[in-house]
């Protein structure tokens, strides 16, 4: 097992925290998965993100420190999990889009019936927390923090070749490739945004 990530290190911009966290793996509740696929949102000069507007009861978490956990509840059903970046007052984070689950694949299969495949566990902001059982209760966690009950583990060694896209499903700006993802079955399909779609 390598080393947890530092705060240090996540408090950078969301663009260079998105790649730091490509590789890395997430462990919770029995599982652990590697991170394949992850989306960049900034603060007040990024209108997909939810600190665009300000500070809120409700994206409070995504102002800092770094290395806290921003989860939040989307669609009256599914949670989705961020990791902080930036400086502390400075709003940022990192949306975990998809991972392959490396241990703990039978729990995360019970967690996830409907996956039909171990690629399929993860693939997903909404299936990952789910196969890792992160829920809203899980949101200002501190994933550098030894004790913590969800952590994240520092990469063996940076990633190669990192492709990058367009944004998932956002409203605003979706055209902005800070969507980053390595090869690998268990990244999600691509959808794109627009005025129909519900800001992230």
């Not at 993860?122 to 009950?149: F, K, Q, W």
Request: charged share 25%; net charge positive; hydrophobic share 40%.
């Amino acid at each position: 097992m390598t080393r947890l990530l530092t705060r240090e290190e996540l408090a950078v911009d969301p663009v260079d925290a998105a790649h730091l966290l490509l590789g890395c793996s997430i462990e919770a509740h029995g599982v652990r998965a590697r991170i394949v696929e992850v989306e960049a949102y900034r603060g007040a000069d990024d209108p997909a993100s939810h600190s665009y507007r300000g500070r809120t009861a409700r994206n409070e978490v995504m102002w800092g420190p770094a290395g806290r956990l921003y989860v939040y509840f989307i669609y009256g059903m599914h949670f989705c999990a961020n990791v902080v970046s930036m400086t502390d007052g400075e709003a940022g984070a990192v949306l975990l889009r998809a991972a392959e689950i490396v241990d703990g694949v039978e729990l995360a299969a019970q967690r996830r019936p409907a996956a039909r495949k171990p690629s399929d566990l993860a693939r997903g902001p909404a299936r990952l927390c789910t196969a890792l059982g992160i829920t809203r209760e899980h949101n200002g966690v501190d994933v550098t923090e030894p004790s913590s009950p969800i952590r994240l583990w520092a990469a063996p060694e940076p990633c190669r070749k990192v492709n990058s896209g367009p944004r998932v499903g956002v409203a605003a700006a979706h055209d902005t490739p800070w969507r980053f993802w390595v090869d690998s079955p268990a990244v999600s399909p691509y959808r794109r945004g627009g005025k129909r779609s519900k800001e992230r």
